[in-house]
């Protein structure tokens, strides 16, 4: 089975948390942010993949708005079949490119040997439980700096948790994690 086909075919497209606010809202809660992903297949716009070139890279554009405030944060991910589990590997983003304003649109074109994975990441793995993708890492940006993913995907929903520690400390993130539903 092609799993990797599965795990990006869910990720793939534009979500957003609307639901999800409508709950924190209503809740009361202040400082949960209205999020956005946009996330879009990248190979065609990478020169020179290796012949039979399996993973799959994606741009992810995330927006995130509190109290009229929006934050832009992009990523580059290359998604790889490893067994039965898929991997998120971090790439930096291409030479020139500023990680608040980069967009699949603006993407160049970029030679596939220019390409880096990110030193700072751990890469990621998912594995299926009861019928959805759920993994994450742990990484160390520094030896005070500790970042912690956990998601989980499924048709219905994208889960997401970031967490920011600073010597233990939570810095950034939240005590629910982000829904994302397709738009």
């Not at 290359?78 to 490119?97: I, N, R």
């Not at 998601?151 to 400390?169: D, I, Q, Y």
Request: hydrophobic share 35%.
């Amino acid at each position: 089975m092609n799993n990797l086909g599965e795990f990006v075919g869910l990720l793939a497209g534009k979500f957003d948390n609307s639901e999800q606010m409508k709950t924190v809202e209503a809740e009361g809660v202040k400082g949960f942010p209205f999020s956005e992903h946009v996330n879009t297949i990248c190979n065609g716009k990478i020169d020179g993949l290796p012949q039979g070139f399996a993973g799959v890279f994606l741009v992810e554009e995330s927006y995130y708005t509190v109290e009229d405030k929006t934050r832009a944060v992009a990523h580059l991910f290359l998604f790889t079949q490893e067994g039965e589990d898929v991997l998120l590997t971090s790439y930096d983003l291409p030479e020139g490119c500023d990680g608040a304003r980069f967009t699949y649109e603006n993407m160049p074109r970029t030679p596939y040997g220019a390409l880096k994975p990110s030193a700072k990441f751990t890469p990621a793995r998912y594995s299926r439980k009861d019928g959805a993708w759920e993994g994450g890492s742990v990484s160390m940006f520094s030896p005070a700096l500790k970042f912690t993913l956990w998601e989980r995907f499924s048709p219905e929903v994208l889960e997401v948790s970031e967490t920011m520690e600073v010597n233990g400390k939570k810095t950034m993130g939240y005590d629910r994690p982000i829904l994302y539903k397709r738009k």
